[in-house]
């Protein structure tokens, strides 16, 4: 009956070594690196001026303030891209919060972090190494 229809191949998403979807594909990756990037930059140089008298100081506070805003909006992002591991989780809250203090962003914090992240959500063994770690074995993960 239908033998003129043709069937449309779906182009499917990137997919780990297991086959499942991976979490975080290539373009997110690189787009919310350059976002971290930046906002490291930023404090980075607004830090390097903190011995300068009042605009350091001012500069320092500005910076820290710009790197929690942009963690906070971070930590949604994972939260709405379904990020539930205790391991990610914390590595992402504890690389944003040392990133906002003032001397302590001049590192990348922030940016480990978030490979960490995406190390550990596109990874299929490592979910499952965090999953156990977090206890919460057997609806997420199927052996």
Do not use: H
Request: proline share 4%; aromatic share 14%.
């Amino acid at each position: 009956m239908q033998e003129g229809v043709k069937k449309v191949e779906k182009k499917t998403p990137e997919t780990n070594t297991a086959g499942k979807k991976k979490m975080f594909e290539t373009g997110e990756f690189i787009l919310v690196t350059l976002i971290l990037f930046s906002v490291e930059l930023i404090d980075f140089f607004a830090n390097i001026m903190f011995p300068v008298p009042v605009i350091g100081q001012v500069s320092s506070i500005i910076g820290s303030i710009v790197s929690f805003t942009v963690g906070a909006f971070f930590q949604l992002y994972l939260f709405m891209k379904g990020v539930r591991g205790v391991w990610s989780w914390a590595s992402s809250i504890g690389g944003n919060l040392i990133n906002s203090f003032p001397i302590l962003g001049m590192f990348p914090f922030a940016i480990l972090a978030w490979f960490v992240v995406v190390f550990i959500e596109n990874n299929p063994k490592l979910q499952k190494v965090a999953s156990v770690a977090s206890g919460k074995v057997g609806s997420t993960i199927k052996k």
